[in-house]
C-alpha cells in the first residue's frame, strides 16, 4: 500500500498552478478583505511542518488567522513592498500562498527548487506538501551515495 501523492491530486495541482503576487501592501490589504469577506466558504489553512489539516475552519478562525498573519507580515518582513503572499486570482482567491519572512529563499523569480510557502489558505484538503514535494528516491540515493564511504 503507498502512502505517497498521487501527482493528480487536485491540492497539488492547483498548488503547482499560476498565481500573482500581492505585490504591494495595500494589494495585500485589499486581499485580506476579500478572505474575510468569504471566510465562510470552507477554508483549510495548512501550516507547513504540521499535519495538513482534515477539514475547513470556521469563518471566525479564517479571520483571526488573516489578522494575527498580516501583523506578523509586516512585522517581520522590513520592506516597502509585500511581495511574499501569492493567490491564486487576487479578486476570487480560491488558493494562497503565504511565504515565512524568515524563510524566502528565491520566491520570486525562477527557481527549479522554490521554497515551500509557511502557510496556505485553500478551497482544497490540503496535502502533506513536503512529502508530496520532496526529491525522487532516485535523488536521494545519489545524495546518501554521495558522502558514503566506498
Known amino acids: 500500500m503507498t502512502t505517497e501523492t498521487p501527482s493528480d491530486d487536485p491540492y497539488l495541482a492547483a498548488f503547482r ?6 505585490l504591494r501592501w ?5 486581499l485580506w478583505q476579500v478572505l ?15 499535519p495538513p489539516p482534515v477539514a475547513p475552519r470556521g469563518a471566525e478562525q479564517i479571520r483571526h488567522f488573516i489578522d494575527e498573519i498580516d501583523l506578523l507580515l509586516k512585522r517581520e518582513h522590513d520592506e516597502d513592498f509585500c511581495g511574499i503572499v501569492y493567490a491564486d486570482s487576487l479578486s476570487e482567491p480560491r488558493f494562497v500562498k503565504i511565504y515565512d519572512p524568515n524563510n524566502l529563499g528565491v520566491v520570486c523569480g525562477f527557481s527549479d ?3 515551500l510557502p ?3 489558505l485553500s478551497l482544497l484538503a490540503p496535502v502533506d506538501l513536503p512529502k508530496a514535494t520532496a526529491p525522487t528516491r532516485g535523488r536521494r540515493r545519489w545524495w ?4 558514503t564511504p566506498h
Open 17 to 22: 498552478g499560476s498565481f500573482t503576487s500581492a
Open 113 to 115: 527548487n522554490p521554497p
Open 36 to 50: 474575510r469577506e468569504r471566510a465562510d466558504q470552507g477554508w483549510y489553512l495548512y501550516a507547513l511542518g504540521e
Open 118 to 120: 509557511g502557510w496556505t
Open 144 to 147: 546518501q551515495r554521495l558522502f
Open 26 to 30: 495595500p494589494r495585500l490589504d485589499a
